[in-house]
């Protein structure tokens, strides 16, 4: 096996996981930062490097989540959107 080359299931499991600790924005991000990180995860969650199942993790609810968060789901979304069509 290369050495520049890893196993796969690796990736997806160890971004899943971290994906979830991202997912949960912190408040002192900038709206840049906020899009460019949802860039990244909507093209792997696209490219299924890691699961649609990390969507589940977000509150939809204003109560449960912070102003960054729900800036960051909308950027995810509308990223989405976009490689969808």
């Known amino acids: 096996m290369n050495g520049s ?3 796969s299931g690796f990736i997806p499991v160890y971004l899943r996981k971290r994906s979830f600790t ?3 924005v912190r408040p002192g991000l900038g709206h840049v930062q906020l899009r460019n990180v949802a860039k990244f995860f909507a093209h ?3 490219n299924k490097a890691i699961l649609w ?3 589940d993790s977000f509150y939809s609810i204003e109560e449960g989540t912070t102003s960054s968060a729900r800036i960051y789901f ?3 979304l509308l990223e989405l959107l976009q490689f969808i069509d």
Request: proline letters at 0%; aromatic letters at 14%; a positive charge.
């Open 5 to 7: 080359r890893v196993r």
């Open 74 to 76: 909308k950027y995810l």
């Open 53 to 55: 199942g990390v969507l």
């Open 22 to 24: 991202i997912l949960g």
């Open 44 to 46: 792997l969650i696209f």
